[in-house]
């Protein structure tokens, strides 16, 4: 069973304006557990939508959004939000770790906020910091690190929770290109560890080609 599946999802901004623009015109994905899949799009084409709409932070027009198995198109907010912090973890471009806390406690947050105890959340964030090289980073703000160290933070902030799906929008888009090697290989060691489901946009083909599959979207259609 996918861990995300989409069926033909459509997507409209603007609708009856001017402006309007239609983004998805049935998009249809399936990804299995332990799946790492490439989002391979020019800008503009719609890529963020479609992790949105994947991440159930936006609904579709049309279509079908399954996380788990379970439909979430005209499911309640409610029960899309407990969906959202129980299955799916995000990394975006610009880290948004919370400036006035540690490495550390920007991982143990989210736990402590999940009903997690304070000790074992602790413990995992260690883990997570140490298995993508940032454990000695542990105590440091996130302004004295390096901008692939930061990312790195974001992706075990991320996993704090053990997702089962990891949605990714350009998550080396600001690191130069030695650093998002080391920042892409940290993140797919965790993902391999945990048997996670990602989906990542990238505009770096060589990563892409690393994954285990590259979906293009294009005219709002996925191949
Ligand atoms: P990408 O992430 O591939 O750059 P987006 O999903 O951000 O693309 O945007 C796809 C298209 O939809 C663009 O033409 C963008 O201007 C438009 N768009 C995105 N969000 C909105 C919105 N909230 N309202 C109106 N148009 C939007
Ligand atoms: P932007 O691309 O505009 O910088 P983000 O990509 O960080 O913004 O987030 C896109 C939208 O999703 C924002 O409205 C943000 O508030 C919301 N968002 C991001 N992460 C979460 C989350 N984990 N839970 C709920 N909403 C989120």
């Known amino acids: ?29 399936a990804i299995a557990p332990g799946e790492v899949v490439a989002l391979v799009a020019p800008s503009g084409a719609g890529k963020s939508t479609l992790l949105h709409i994947a991440g159930l932070l936006d609904t579709a027009d049309r279509g079908s959004v399954r996380i788990g198995g379970q439909e979430m198109t005209g499911a309640s907010d409610r029960r899309r939000t407990m969906a959202r912090r129980a299955d799916i973890g995000f990394v975006y471009q610009f ?9 550390l406690e920007n991982i143990v947050l989210p736990q402590l906020a999940a009903g997690v105890r304070a000790r074992v959340a602790e413990a995992r964030a260690r883990d997570l910091l140490v298995s993508v090289g940032v454990g000695a980073r542990a105590d440091h703000r996130p302004s004295a690190l390096s901008g692939g160290e930061q990312q790195r933070v974001a992706f075990c902030r991320a996993l704090a929770n053990g997702p089962r799906l990891l949605l990714a929008d350009e998550p080396t888009g600001n690191l130069d290109p030695a650093t998002s090697d080391t920042v892409f290989g940290a993140l797919m060691g965790l993902v391999r560890e945990t048997g996670l489901a990602a989906l990542i946009a990238t505009h770096n083909l060589e990563l892409a080609a690393r994954m285990d599959r590259i979906l293009h979207l294009e005219d709002g259609r996925l191949a």
């Open 1 to 29: 069973e996918p861990v995300l599946a989409l069926e033909r999802v459509e997507k409209v901004y603007n609708r009856d304006l001017p402006s309007e623009v239609q983004v998805l015109r049935g998009a249809s994905l």
């Open 95 to 103: 880290h948004h770790l919370l400036p006035e806390f540690s490495a």
